[in-house]
């Protein structure tokens, strides 16, 4: 078992400690405080510039259900309320496109068309955020992804393309194919524009955008509300995220632990653990399918990218977490917070309780809640049983192994 008789009576007092803290913020931030500033209302800016304006500055939020059982303050990182593709992804995809203007590699409404290879959430943001610059967007996923994700880039105007899950030498892979049109568009005397190959796994602005956007909001967010952060956890798709953060929060916060959040049938864990990224999944004639074994969308990884290497020399440790986990952890959070998030934010609020729980009581984690459980109805939400009712779950069931 992770936890103790000692885990118990110190989760009991700090969840006193909690209960009050979130008291206390809930007294501070009362609807009536919230609502009106004496500022003359003419006197504030009203108008932001397109949905660009409104990626970033998310919200931080105690996750009141999970800081009361552990005992510690966890908190989440809302980007799901990234206003474009409602994810994290919204930072990466404007840092490239941004970066690829000012490079002179984009003109907009000059027929350039961005090409990617993703399991859904880079596509969309890139794809509504095309919308806004002026550009087409060409999306390949595998074909083993929720439906809903292809259906709203078609709706969003991308071209999609759902192609056989394929290893990453094979030149089929999604990421090898979307390199691949985008090099042909440029080659192509008879279409207009050039292909940008937006490469999320391997850019530079993958991770900066997490490094100057994400982790410097929670550093300036925890912040004011007294400073301390002893651990940040998260998953890796392509790595952006925890290498960015990851760099920008031990720059500040010498001391904090940085941990992975890894699905099941990824290789990461055990490349953090043991310094080589094998599985026993991994074996030949044994894997199910050839991109990771997992319902989870989104994380985990087989193989090594820049955006997780640029970072992994800080990885404190890992949590592996089951398929079964997250659908456990996912339904927690409707039942008890409200809170209706997709998989791997699941993997993150699980692998934050797990470390919460490692620490002990009165410690403050931070994680991640990537996008909505509604992208992931048809998969993921399919096997999570009805929510409510006199059998909800208790902290023991949710954490049983
Ligand atoms: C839903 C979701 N969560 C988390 C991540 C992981 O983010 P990163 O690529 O920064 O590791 C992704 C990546 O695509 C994602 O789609």
């Known amino acids: ?24 913020l809930s007294s501070r931030l009362r609807p009536s405080d919230q609502q009106q500033s004496h500022e003359p209302l003419a006197a504030r800016p009203q108008y932001k510039l397109g949905i660009e304006s409104t990626i970033g500055n998310t919200p ?37 496109i941004n970066r690829a203007e000012e490079e002179g590699l984009l003109t907009p409404y000059s027929g350039d068309t961005i090409y990617e290879g993703t399991v859904g959430s880079t ?6 955020l095309s919308r806004a610059r002026g550009y087409s967007a060409h999306i390949i996923m595998p074909s083993d992804q929720a439906h809903e994700k292809s259906d709203l880039l078609r709706k969003l105007g991308a071209r999609v393309d759902r192609v056989s899950p394929a290893p990453i030498v094979d030149q089929l892979h999604f990421v090898n194919r979307a390199r691949n049109l985008a090099r042909e568009h440029t080659a ?20 900066k955008a997490h490094f100057e956007g994400t982790g410097r909001e929670i ?16 998953g890796a798709g392509t790595g952006g995220t925890i290498s960015g953060c990851a760099m920008y929060l031990r720059g500040k916060l010498p001391d904090i632990r940085i941990v992975l959040a890894d699905p099941q049938g990824s290789g990461l864990y055990n490349k953090v653990m043991h310094g080589v990224m094998f599985h026993g999944l991994e074996r030949e004639g044994t894997r199910r399918r050839a991109q990771v074994d997992t319902v989870v969308e989104g994380i985990g990884l087989t193989r090594s990218t820049k955006n997780f290497e640029v970072g992994s020399e800080l990885v404190d440790d890992a949590v592996k977490v089951t398929d079964d986990q997250a659908r456990r952890m996912a339904r927690w959070l409707c039942e008890k917070d409200g809170i209706f998030v997709g998989s791997s934010s699941s993997v993150n609020c699980y692998a934050a309780v797990k470390t919460a729980l490692q620490l002990g009581p009165g410690h403050k984690v931070v994680t991640i ?10 998969k993921f939400w399919k096997q999570v049983n009805e929510i409510g009712g006199e059998d909800d779950m208790t902290f023991e069931e949710l954490m049983k192994a």
């Open 123 to 128: 596509g969309i943001s890139l794809a509504t």
């Open 1 to 24: 078992m992770p936890y103790d008789t000692r885990h118990v009576v110190g989760a009991f007092i700090g969840g006193i400690a909690v209960t009050y803290t979130i008291y206390e």
């Open 219 to 234: 550093f300036e967010q925890a912040s004011a509300e007294g400073g301390r952060i002893d651990a940040f956890v998260a």
């Open 188 to 207: 192509d005397p008879n279409r207009a524009g050039r292909g940008l190959f937006a490469d999320q796994f391997e850019t530079d602005a993958n991770w």
């Open 369 to 378: 809640l990537c996008d909505s459980g509604m992208r992931h109805l048809s």
């Open 60 to 96: 931080l939020i105690v996750i009141k259900s999970l800081s009361e059982a552990t005992g510690c303050t966890i908190l989440a990182k809302c980007e799901f309320l990234n206003g474009a593709g409602n994810s994290p992804k919204d930072r990466v995809a404007l840092s490239i």
